[in-house]
């Protein structure tokens, strides 16, 4: 074979159609645009246009606030974290950090960090390092045995101190 023998499949491209060439090919004449008026013509973009009246999405009121600052953090529940350690996804004697929980499934992308949260059930004794821990889950966490540690994201802005407050 060689490069200028090469080729797409049978049937794998399709010719475009040429618009505005006779009637006989089916889209002469007005070229599949109807008959006059500003959408036959060129450059024309009037999503949202209700002919001069004021367009429904400005006449509704502007509601609520985004907030630019706001991380995107994984909630991770202590009963699935406990889930995969019985599992056998979760090695116990490893630290739980965000890569842990992504390799053990629990986790399907970093996001902004991790928040821990205390539903759910611990008997392992684990050493977490997240984002974020709520109350309930430094307490549950701490009965079993085991130690939070907050440690905050890369590009994530500190909010608060470096405690395990939430």
Do not use: C
């Amino acid at each position: 074979m060689k490069l200028n023998e090469i080729r797409d499949n049978e049937g794998a491209t399709k010719n475009r159609m040429r618009v505005g060439r006779g009637i006989g090919s089916g889209k002469g004449k007005t070229a599949g645009r109807g008959v006059k008026g500003q959408k036959a013509r060129t450059g024309v973009s009037i999503k949202g246009f209700e002919g001069g009246q004021m367009p429904l999405h400005r006449r509704l009121p502007k509601r609520g606030f985004n907030n630019i600052h706001a991380h995107d953090l994984n909630e991770v529940n202590l009963g699935r974290v406990q889930e995969a350690v019985d599992a056998g996804r979760l090695d116990a004697s490893a630290p739980v950090t965000v890569e842990a929980l992504i390799a053990a499934g629990i986790l399907s992308r970093p996001r902004d960090g991790v928040k821990l949260l205390g539903v759910g059930e611990l008997t392992a004794k684990l050493s977490f390092e997240v984002t974020r821990a709520s109350k309930s889950a430094v307490e549950a966490v701490e009965k079993a045995g085991g130690s939070v540690t907050v440690a905050y994201a890369a590009g994530v802005a500190h909010r608060g101190t470096a405690s395990a407050e939430a």
